[in-house]
């Protein structure tokens, strides 16, 4: 998430409020212009995004710094809650029919990926909740919609109720008693989907709902169309007072102008996000994991959520002092490799920052137990030596003794000397860049 503004922008002006005990309604302006224009960069709807500046502005200024998060990160936290706000409550899933069949309507324009969705809808209710789905092609206008129905229910091995071009209304009574004949507890219908709104489309569309009085009427809206999906989603909710959309194409949107407009605007809930060609690309919307990847910081939230309940304040606060003197030794070094064991194993954290999705995998393979070693290999030092690296470093002899007495090499050792190396080295680099090298460390994290 590179090239994501809002939060390359937010990470900026954080860094300006570093060190300020309390957010003067100065700071948080100047953040909040920055948030407003990558908002609005992002396509989201000006109204939202009006909405969104107001709220934030009201929690955030005069706010005391709750302990352990700076007011950076504590702006942060307001923005990434009120993102959370604005895409709506936690995952719905489907209301299914307490008896008898459940049926899902599902609505959309051409193209906006209404097909796709129904077969990632059919599996995933099948997976879910091991229901018999069967799909009904109404969708009357183009033979190949039909056709291409009937494909996807082969390939997952779906049943496609279809009559060919005739009555919407028709196919979708019979269909309706097929599938009670043949036991099905699960029918997804799919409708007419034109390249605009008009108004046989949305009768028709009006006369299915009431044939088929379904349990959840589905939307499906392409993520990649920012606020005109939100506009889009208004103009059938109003008339077909849809229960969900399913936000498509996620994969290829990187800045979520439709997943923060659609709410607000629309009124409909996002339930699903789908997000690939693949049948298995499909899931519950959640907020709070869409409001982390808008803001490009993987799930720094909860990283920090953790870190503030691990880590005692004071504790961590002077370790940051020790990283920035220039006294760093062995004994902080192992603090820090304890307080790193409270939070978590390695891997995880790192699959909570930003950026680090790429090496994810390759830290999973980081063995914690590394820690542990060097750990070890610490508290065979003297007192002396902890405090001083430079006495390791000067004599081979004391190298040789402090391996033996861990039971490891001095390779072993070397390796702790330059993590220990690196760690100061890294501090350094930070404390003399400037806001441009930070910016785009900060867009390459992984470099
Ligand atoms: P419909 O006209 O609304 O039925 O849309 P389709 O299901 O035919 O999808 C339109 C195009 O978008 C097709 O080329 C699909 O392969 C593609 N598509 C659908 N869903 C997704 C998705 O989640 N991600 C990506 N990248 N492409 C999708």
């Known amino acids: 998430m590179a090239e994501n503004s809002l939060s390359s922008r937010l990470q900026m002006a954080m860094r300006r409020l570093?060190?300020?005990?309390i957010l003067t309604e100065k700071d948080i302006d100047e953040m909040m212009r920055e948030v407003r224009l990558s908002l609005l960069e992002a396509d989201v709807n000006f109204k939202v995004v009006k909405q969104f500046i107001a709220n934030i502005k009201e929690q955030a200024v005069g706010e005391k710094i709750l302990k352990g998060l700076n007011p950076g990160q504590q702006v942060v936290k307001i923005v990434h809650d009120e993102l959370k706000r604005v895409m709506?409550?936690?995952?719905?899933?489907?209301?299914?029919?307490s008896s008898g069949i459940t049926t899902i309507m599902t609505?959309?324009?051409q193209g906006s990926?209404?097909?796709t969705a129904i077969g990632k809808l059919g599996v995933y209710i099948r997976k879910t909740e091991k229901k018999n789905v069967m799909f009904i092609a109404a969708d009357v206008y183009r033979p190949a919609a039909i056709e291409q129905l009937v494909t996807i229910g082969k390939q997952v091995g779906i049943e496609v109720y279809e009559e060919g071009l005739k009555d919407a209304r028709d196919i979708v009574t019979n269909g309706l008693k097929y599938a009670k004949e043949n036991k099905y507890n699960c029918v997804i219908i799919d409708t007419a989907g034109r390249l605009h709104i008009d108004e046989k489309m949305m009768s028709e569309l009006v006369d299915v709902k009431a044939i088929a009085n379904p349990n959840e009427i589905l939307l499906t809206v392409d993520a990649m169309t920012g606020q005109d999906a939100a506009n889009i989603a208004k103009s059938f909710h109003e008339q077909l007072n849809a229960t969900g959309a399913i936000l498509t194409k996620l994969d290829g949107d990187t800045r979520g102008g439709a997943a923060l407009s659609i709410k607000e605007v629309s009124g409909i809930p996002i339930?699903?996000?789908s997000s690939g060609e693949h049948m298995d690309t499909f899931e519950l919307f959640h907020p709070e994991r869409m409001a982390s990847r808008i803001?490009?910081?993987g799930d720094v939230l909860t990283l920090i959520e953790k870190a503030t309940d691990a880590i005692d304040e004071d504790e961590a606060k002077s370790m940051m002092d020790k990283l920035m003197s220039d006294s760093f030794?062995?004994?902080?070094?192992?603090k820090q490799f304890k307080m790193i064991k409270r939070m978590g194993s390695m891997s995880k954290i790192l699959g909570f920052m930003p950026g680090m999705g790429k090496i994810k995998d390759a830290a999973s393979k980081i063995d914690d137990k590394q820690f542990d070693k060097m750990s070890v290999l610490i508290t065979s030092m003297t007192e002396k030596e902890r405090k001083d690296p430079s006495l390791i470093d000067k004599s081979s002899k004391?190298?040789?003794?402090v391996a033996k007495g861990s039971g490891m090499s001095v390779q072993d050792l070397n390796r702790l000397r330059s993590a220990l190396d690196q760690q100061k080295k890294m501090m350094k680099q930070m404390m003399n860049m400037d806001e441009k090298q930070l910016d785009s460390m900060s867009k390459n994290p992984t470099q």
């Open 271 to 273: 339930k699903f996000a």
């Open 113 to 115: 990926g209404k097909t």
């Open 398 to 401: 004391r190298r040789e003794r």
């Open 295 to 297: 803001l490009g910081m």
């Open 329 to 334: 030794n062995y004994n902080d070094l192992l």
């Open 107 to 109: 609505i959309g324009l």
């Open 18 to 21: 570093t060190g300020r005990g």
């Open 88 to 97: 709506g409550e936690d995952a719905e899933g489907i209301n299914y029919a």
